[in-house]
C-alpha cells in the first residue's frame, strides 16, 4: 500500500447542539489526556477535549463523585487543537493526542509533571528542565503487534488493538511507525493468512537497530508461534524476508525463547551512544527505549545532570543492557549496575567488555523492589546514583535510601515514565530522606500519546 498520507476532512469545530446537550468547560486536563470539567458537583473526563474548550459530552462511566464521557460537539475550540494525521485515530488504542499540536503535546506532559509532583507528592522543582523533544512522526522503533484471524473482516488483521478493546484494529498504516513499518502492515496480513499456523500467531513485535555502517537499520519482527512452522511455512519467511529486507526471529514461549529465523541473521541488534564512544547489543526482546534518537539526548542530558567527578563511585539501578551504566563508566572510579533480570545483567557485562568497560563496571542481579537498608550496606556508599524504574517506580530504593544518612548519595538523577509514582517517590526523598528536587522535566519519547517520561535531579541537603 502506498504510504501517501490520507488526510481526513477537517470537521467543522462549531456546530448546532440539541436543545438538551450537556455541555461543559473543559479546566485542564488529566495524565491520560483526558479533558477535566465539572457538572452538578462531579468531576467529568473528557476523553477528546482540551483545555480551555466548550463541548458537549456523552458519559460513558458515571460514578458517585466522576463520570468518564467521550466528546460529542464542540463549541469552542482551542488554539491547541489540529486534525489527526491518522484516519485510525479514535479507533486505533496506539495514539490519543494526534488532536492536539506538537508544541503544545510537550507544554500539557510538563503541566502533567508539575501538577503530579505537587498534588501528589507536595514537591516542586526549583528549576524546570527545557523540555526534551524530536521529531513527532516515525520515531517509534519498538511496537507490539497484535495479530489475528477475524474472518468476518476478511481475514488476518496485524496491528494495535482498539480504543478501550481487546480487538485488534483494522488499521492500515501508521505513522509513528517508520515508513517502512508501516508499508509491512498490509503484506503481514497476507503473509500470516498464507501460514498453515495462522490461527496460532497472536503477536508479532517489532525491534529495529542500528547496522554497522551509518544510517543502515536492521529491523527485525519476532513471530509468537503458538505451533511449530512447517516447511512451507518456512520458505515462505524465507522469501518475504528477501523481498521486504527484514529479519524474522521466532518465539515459541517466554521472551527468553527467542532464537532467530535463519541460521544466517544476527544473533543481536545494537544502537550507539555517540557522546560516549559507547555501542550497546541487544536480542529483540530486551527492553530498549522505543525512540531511540530521543535515548541518545536524555543519555546525555542525565549524565551532565549527575556530573560524575573521575573519583566518584556511581550506581545505575535498574540498569537494564547498560544504557546509563556504560556511559557512567567513561568517568567514574567504579560503577556498579544493578538490574532484576539475570539475563540483561549477562548482556550487560557483554556490552561492558565489548566497550572496554569490563574493569570499570561491575554488574549484579536484584530485586530492587524488595530493597533495603541491609541491601545498601551490602552495596557499600555511593557518591552519586542513576535510578531508571519501570513504571511501579522505586519506593523500596527511595524508603531505603532515606534511612541510610551519611552513606546516601548527594546527588540522585531519576529517570521516570510515570510522573505519579516519580511524585509518590519525590515526597519520601524529600520529605523523610533530606533532598530536594533541584531540577525536573519532561522528555517527549511517545509523541502523538499521553505517556510522560520525566527526569529529576535530587541532592541531599541534610546530614
Not at 456523552?58 to 486534525?83: Q, T
Not at 524476508?241 to 529479519?247: L, M, R, Y
Not at 532484576?340 to 565489548?354: D, E, P, V, Y
Not at 536484584?366 to 519506593?395: S, T, V
Request: overall charge neutral; glycine content about 8%; some cysteine.
Amino acid at each position: 500500500m502506498s504510504r501517501a498520507f490520507r488526510r481526513p476532512k477537517k470537521p467543522a469545530l462549531v456546530a448546532p447542539l440539541a436543545a438538551d446537550a450537556p455541555l461543559i468547560e473543559i479546566e485542564s486536563l488529566d495524565q491520560e489526556g483526558r479533558g477535566i470539567g465539572h457538572a452538578d458537583g462531579k468531576v467529568i473526563f473528557v476523553e477528546g477535549a482540551l483545555a480551555g474548550e466548550r463541548v458537549s459530552y456523552a458519559s460513558r462511566r458515571v460514578k458517585p463523585s466522576y463520570e468518564v464521557a467521550e466528546v460529542g460537539r464542540i463549541v469552542r475550540s482551542s488554539a491547541a487543537r489540529v486534525v489527526p494525521r491518522c484516519p485510525h485515530f479514535g479507533t486505533c488504542g496506539g495514539c490519543s493526542m494526534q488532536h492536539v499540536d506538537a508544541a503544545s503535546q510537550v507544554a500539557i506532559k510538563q503541566r502533567i509533571l508539575e501538577d503530579n509532583l505537587w498534588h501528589l507528592g507536595k514537591v516542586r522543582a526549583e528549576r524546570v528542565l527545557p523540555p526534551i523533544h524530536g521529531p513527532s512522526w516515525g520515531y517509534r522503533h519498538r511496537a507490539r503487534l497484535s495479530v489475528r484471524l477475524v474472518e468476518k473482516k476478511g481475514g488476518v488483521l496485524v496491528g494495535f488493538h482498539e480504543k478501550r478493546s481487546s480487538f485488534v484494529a483494522d488499521i492500515r498504516e501508521c505513522h509513528v511507525v517508520p515508513a517502512r513499518i508501516s508499508d509491512l502492515l498490509l503484506p503481514l496480513r497476507d503473509l500470516v493468512a498464507s501460514l498453515s499456523i495462522a490461527r496460532r500467531l497472536p503477536q508479532i513485535e517489532l525491534a529495529i537497530g542500528e547496522g554497522d555502517a551509518p544510517g543502515d537499520a536492521v529491523i527485525a519482527l519476532v513471530l509468537r508461534i503458538l505451533e511449530p512452522l512447517t516447511p512451507a511455512d518456512e520458505a515462505l519467511l524465507t522469501a518475504f524476508e528477501a523481498e521486504h529486507g527484514i529479519v524474522f526471529w521466532l518465539q515459541p514461549k517466554g521472551p527468553d525463547t527467542v532464537v532467530p529465523f535463519a541460521a544466517t541473521t544476527a544473533a543481536e541488534l545494537g544502537y550507539a551512544l555517540p557522546e560516549f564512544d559507547v555501542r550497546i547489543r541487544f536480542q529483540p526482546t530486551d527492553f530498549t527505549q522505543v525512540n531511540a534518537a530521543i535515548n541518545r539526548v536524555l543519555v546525555g542530558r542525565a549524565l551532565r545532570l549527575l556530573d560524575v567527578q573521575p573519583g566518584d563511585r556511581v550506581a545505575d539501578l535498574f540498569c537494564g543492557l547498560g544504557n546509563f551504566s556504560l556511559a557512567i563508566a567513561r568517568t567514574a572510579r567504579q560503577t556498579v549496575g544493578v538490574e532484576g533480570s539475570a539475563a540483561m545483567t549477562a548482556r550487560a557485562a557483554q556490552n561492558a567488555a565489548r566497550n572496554g568497560l569490563a574493569d570499570a563496571v561491575a554488574f549484579s542481579v536484584a530485586n530492587l523492589f524488595e530493597a533495603d537498608a541491609a541491601f545498601f550496606e551490602r552495596l557499600g556508599p555511593f557518591d552519586r546514583m542513576l535510578i531508571d524504574p519501570p513504571r511501579e517506580g522505586a519506593i523500596a530504593v527511595v524508603k531505603a535510601l532515606a534511612l541510610a544518612g551519611e552513606t546516601a548519595p548527594h546527588r540522585i538523577v531519576y529517570v521516570s515514565c510515570n510522573p505519579a509514582t516519580l511524585a509518590r517517590d519525590a515526597a519520601v526523598m524529600v520529605h523523610e530522606g533530606g533532598y530536594v528536587l533541584r531540577q525536573a522535566g519532561i522528555v517527549n519519547m511517545f509523541p502523538q500519546t499521553s505517556h510522560v517520561e520525566s527526569i529529576g535531579v535530587f541532592d541531599r541537603v541534610r546530614t
